[in-house]
C-alpha cells in the first residue's frame, strides 16, 4: 500500500519569460487535510495552486494526484479531473450574474449531466449548510459579498470534491464575514471528507489550517501549523 499523500507536487519548476515564479517548489496534501499555503505577493502561491489543480502546467518537475501524474494527461483528462475531483473558490466569487444563486450552486452538478430536480435538491443543501438558504432566488449582485463567497463555496462543494482550491477566499470581505466563510468552508470540507488547498496572506486565515507551508522567491517550505 502506498502512503503518498493524496496530492503531490514534486520539484515544480514555472517561468513567465524572465520571470521565475516556480523554483523546485514541493508539497503535499492528505486525504481530509487542511493546508495554507503563505507568504508575500508575487512569491508563487497562486502559481502553485494552479499548478497543483492542473490549471497550469509546470516547465518541470511532477504534480500527482492518487498516484497518477497530473503533469503526463492529456487536457481532456485534465479537465475530466478538475470537475470531477476538484472544487474552487477564489478571491472574487466568480459567480454566473445571470444565474440565481440557487442555480449556480446547481451547475456543476448540472454539467455533471444530473437532472435539474436532483441538482437542485442538494444545491438548497449546500445553501443551508453555508447559511445563505434565504438568497437562494437571488442573483449574485443582489447578494452580500460574504454571502457570495458562501455560495461559491456552496458551489465548490456541491459535487463532493477531494479537494478544494481556495485562492484568497476571503480577500475581499471584511474581518467578521472572512472568519464566517472560514468557518463555514473549513467545517464543510471536513464534514465531508475533502482536503482544501488554501493560499492567503492572512495569518488569521491560516489559523485554520492543519499546518502551513511557505513560499518564497518560488521556493516552498514547510512548517507545523502553530494554531
Ligand atoms: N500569467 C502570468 N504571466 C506572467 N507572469 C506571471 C503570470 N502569473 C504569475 N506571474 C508572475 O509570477 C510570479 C508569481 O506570481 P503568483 O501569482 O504565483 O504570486 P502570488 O504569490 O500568488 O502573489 P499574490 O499574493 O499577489 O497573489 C510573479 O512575479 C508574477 O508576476
Ligand atoms: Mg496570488
Known amino acids: 500500500m502506498s502512503t503518498e499523500p493524496l496530492l503531490v507536487a514534486d ?17 503535499g496534501v492528505a486525504a481530509g487535510e487542511v493546508v495554507a499555503v503563505m507568504g508575500p505577493s508575487g ?12 490549471i497550469v502546467t509546470p516547465d518541470s518537475g511532477q504534480v500527482r494526484y492518487q498516484g497518477r501524474e497530473v503533469t503526463a494527461m492529456s487536457d481532456t483528462e485534465r479537465s475530466a479531473l478538475r470537475r470531477g475531483e476538484f472544487g474552487f ?28 430536480r436532483a441538482a437542485e435538491r442538494r444545491a ?9 438558504a434565504e438568497v437562494a432566488g437571488n442573483r449574485p449582485g443582489e447578494v452580500s459579498g460574504g454571502q457570495g463567497q458562501r455560495v461559491a463555496v456552496a ?5 463532493a470534491p477531494k479537494v478544494i482550491f481556495a485562492d484568497e477566499p476571503t480577500g475581499a470581505l471584511d474581518s467578521l464575514n472572512g472568519e ?19 493560499v492567503t496572506h492572512e495569518a488569521r486565515v491560516a489559523a485554520y489550517s492543519d499546518r502551513e507551508v511557505v513560499v518564497r522567491d518560488g521556493r516552498t517550505r514547510s512548517l507545523a501549523s502553530t494554531a
Open 155 to 159: 458551489r465548490a462543494l456541491v459535487t
Open 11 to 27: 520539484q515544480l519548476t514555472k517561468s513567465f519569460g524572465s520571470t521565475v515564479a516556480l523554483d523546485r517548489a514541493a508539497m
Open 180 to 198: 464566517q466563510v472560514m468557518r463555514l468552508l473549513t467545517d464543510s470540507a471536513r464534514h465531508s471528507g475533502a482536503a482544501v488547498v488554501l
Open 124 to 132: 438548497v443543501e449546500w445553501l443551508e449548510r453555508l447559511e445563505v
Open 89 to 116: 473558490v477564489f478571491q472574487f466569487g466568480q459567480l454566473v450574474p445571470e444565474l440565481t444563486c440557487l442555480e449556480n450552486v446547481a451547475l456543476p452538478l448540472r454539467l455533471n449531466r444530473l437532472g435539474r
Open 43 to 54: 512569491s508563487g502561491k497562486s502559481t502553485l495552486l494552479h499548478c497543483l489543480a492542473g
